[in-house]
């Protein structure tokens, strides 16, 4: 659909321009459908409206349950819901133990390593069992935790992590686990918050062929948790290679241990698992919000692991048989969920790799695909664009048969979409795109794979259970199929819906309720829709197309337009690898836009390919968003998990300090993009006035991640 803007910009603030244009559907294939978990359209009524909150039984009843619940959902306490009130569970007994009896030795998680002449780890349940028992008894005897204590995890991709956070669930221990790619400092403030006594680190990992000194950041994080006024009392120091130490810090006497020494008491010892209340929590997620400090995200057991089982079941499509691999990181929410917790909860086999999806070569990724039989494979839109540009053609190289493919963390560019269908996914196999937060445990809009078509670019309807509204800013509904967008909320509490933020209740109810609350005193969930953060436009199917964060807006001439929107347009030229939209304090326009562009192997930058950039936007979305400039680079400033960092670009493009670049995947792009950004604006005499205070903080929180 394609809104026509009339010239004079007298369009309200809330009636956002919606410039897609509409894509067709594209079904699965007939023998996905065949197979499909959910493959019947009863399904659909079993979890219809009219049967919520009841339909979650569904879900509860893929777990086994110590004590079974009496109440599906209570809310006498709004809007901090609880689930499955009265049950008691044990997360590690549901992902481990109760597998043994039929699958003992079957594989849980296979582990590959970054370096290829490095042995693939295969762990059974069985072995699975066997390390979880044993961290759990150093975690409660030698560490001290005991059920409700916080531990805090600041461990990279290696099977260690799983294993850690099934010990702490198994003594009901609330565990953190911080990206290992985020600083020492970023870590301690998270001990910090959490007041985590114990630390679990490794020495070292492999990352892009360098063996990266890790236990460096654990001593940076004590330092920093204790100025924060908080003091870590033991390290657990994990060694990548056993028997040698891959660090350049020493261990300090008293504080730091290498698990494999102080382990050896507990060899084989058993644990038993803890019966947690339903309502108990299991691990809190960090996640950054525009202000403030991070937000501990806290997750529930037995809502949490029912909603990660259910949705593993039948929108990852997870049956006994298939081999499925997520290539997200652990160190984030949709590593926890998906997995951990999820396909271990289903008894699947879960590939974890350690390290670049692109090291040593592009084909990497499809090699261990085709190493492993992998069926099932799970990544995000900016790894996609990344193995799209480094290696077009390999996937066709390599004899791999994915029948499921998931899309996660960002919008996804029609364009790109429809290579990972055809040429990652070879036209075999079923895309989920699916949205959702760190904040909401699981997948919140999805196509149900083997009953609704997919639509590139939108995630679909809501999932089962879950029934998502676009809001208007006066919180009147936008209908589906009006072009407009809006706030996307959830109407409805679900399972997988974290409990709070870590010691800031308030700010929960702030953050998420308050907006589109309709009466703070009201018992009943219908009065307090989830405020999600993003912008997004349903179509008259009923699919969402999603725009990305409210504040990823830039206002040109009181024009919002998405970034995603933007950057999509780029990338419907063929030369166009990857396109990040950015904001420039403009006099006449308030704000215009800068597109930065990355091409793919084979093109060079050209002022005909700048010129063919801005008209791309012009025909997508209009004479309005035609960039005020189009920067042809040789690549993004990147987080280590591979998202753009657009604050970075933004700050170049109107000159103001880039701020801490040393946590970046590649931080000595940010010089060169600088010197050629700011040596042709300054030759232009395009060189902005001083920026206020306001304007420098929209600009250096732009597309804001920690
Ligand atoms: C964005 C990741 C479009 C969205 C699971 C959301 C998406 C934020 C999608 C959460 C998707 C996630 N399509 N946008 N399929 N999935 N997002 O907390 O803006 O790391 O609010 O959780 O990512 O990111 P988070």
């Known amino acids: 659909m394609v809104v026509e803007k009339s010239a004079d910009f007298e369009v309200p603030e809330a009636q956002i321009a919606v410039h897609w244009r509409e894509e067709e559907y594209i079904y699965p294939p007939s023998k996905f459908i065949a197979q499909a978990n959910a493959g019947d359209p009863a399904i659909m ?24 619940w009496h109440t599906t959902l209570d809310t ?46 295969v762990i059974t349940y069985q072995e699975l069992h066997r390390r979880v028992n044993e961290f759990a008894a150093l975690l409660s005897d030698f560490a001290g935790l005991k059920a409700g204590d916080r531990v805090t995890f600041h461990l990279p991709m290696v099977p260690e992590l799983p294993v850690a956070m099934l010990a702490a669930a198994r003594l009901g221990i609330i565990h953190s686990e911080v990206f290992g790619g985020f600083s020492g400092n970023a870590a301690g403030e998270r001990i910090a918050d959490a007041s985590s006594h114990v630390l679990v680190t490794i020495d070292s990992y492999y990352r892009n062929g360098q063996l990266l000194d890790h236990k460096a950041k654990a001593d940076e994080a004590v330092l920093r948790a204790h100025d924060l006024g908080f003091d870590v009392e033991k390290v657990l120091v994990f060694q990548r290679h056993a028997g040698s130490y891959g660090s350049q810090t020493p261990m300090v006497a008293g504080r730091d241990f290498f698990v494999d020494e102080v382990i050896k008491p507990y060899r084989d010892q058993l644990v038993e698992p803890v019966s947690m209340p339903a309502e108990s929590p299991l691990f809190l997620m960090y996640t950054s919000g525009s202000t403030g400090k991070p937000k501990g995200c806290q997750h ?73 039989g992998v069926n099932i494979f799970h990544t995000a839109p900016t790894t996609i664009r990344m193995l799209r540009k480094l290696g077009p053609d390999e ?30 996914g070879k036209g075999e196999a079923a895309i989920v795109d699916t949205w959702w937060q760190t904040e909401n ?110 504040d990823d807006v830039i206002n040109v001439a009181g024009h919002r337009l998405g970034t995603k929107e933007l950057e999509s ?45 801005a008209l791309a936007i012009e025909t997508e979305i209009g004479r309005i ?63 902005p006035r001083e920026l206020t205070n306001s304007e420098l903080e929209e600009i250096k929180s732009f597309g804001a991640e920690s």
């Open 45 to 68: 009524k079993r979890f219809s409206e009219s049967n919520y909150p009841e339909c979650f039984k569904e879900y509860a009843d893929l777990l086994t349950w110590d004590h079974y």
């Open 76 to 121: 006498s306490n709004p809007p901090f819901w609880k689930w499955f009130v009265g049950g008691r569970l044990n997360a590690s007994y549901n992902c481990v133990d109760r597998h043994l009896a039929k699958n003992r030795n079957k594989a849980a998680l296979i582990w590959v390593p970054e370096i290829e002449t490095e042995a693939t780890q």
């Open 300 to 372: 529930s057991t037995g809502g949490y692991l029912s909603y990660v089982a259910g949705t593993s079941k039948f929108y990852q499509d997870i049956h006994p048989e298939d081999t499925y691999w997520c290539m997200a990181d652990i160190g984030w929410i949709t590593g926890h969920s998906y997995i951990v917790y999820g396909p271990l909860a289903l008894g699947a086999t879960s590939v974890m790799y350690e390290g670049v999806p692109t090291y040593p070569d592009a084909g990497r990724t499809w090699r261990i695909a085709e190493r492993l």
């Open 395 to 424: 996937p066709a190289k390599y004899d791999y048969h994915f029948k499921h493919m998931t899309t996660v963390g960002e919008p996804i560019e029609p364009d790109v979409w429809r290579w990972y269908y055809n040429v990652v």
């Open 441 to 550: 445990g699981g997948f919140l809009g999805s196509t149900l794979p083997g009953l609704q078509p997919m639509k590139p670019g939108s995630c679909g309807p809501g999932v089962l259970g879950v029934f998502p509204v676009v809001y208007d800013e006066d919180g009147k509904v936008v209908p589906a199929g009006s072009g407009r967008a809006g706030n996307i909320c959830i109407r409805n509490p679900w399972p997988g819906i974290f409990q709070t933020i870590w010691g800031e209740p308030e700010r929960f109810v702030k953050t998420y309720y308050e907006k589109y609350n309709r009466d703070p005193n009201s018992h009943d969930w219908r009065d307090w829709p989830y405020f999600a953060g993003d912008g997004a436009v349903q179509a008259s199917d009923g699919y969402f197309r999603i725009l990305g964060r409210v």
């Open 569 to 613: 347009a780029c990338l419907t030229l063929p030369e166009v690898a990857e396109a990040a939209a950015v904001p420039v304090i403009d006099e006449l326009r308030g704000r215009a836009v800068e597109m930065y562009i990355a091409l793919k192997t084979g093109f060079t930058a050209s002022a005909e390919m700048e010129e063919k950039v």
């Open 625 to 687: 968003a035609r960039p005020k400039n189009v920067w042809i680079v040789a690549d993004m400033p990147k987080t280590r998990s591979g998202k753009i960092m657009r604050r970075i670009i933004a700050s170049i493009s109107n000159f103001a300090d880039v701020g801490d670049i040393t946590t970046l995947a590649n931080p000595e792009i940010v010089h060169d993009i600088r010197m050629h950004v700011q040596g042709e604006k300054v030759a232009k005499g395009d060189v």
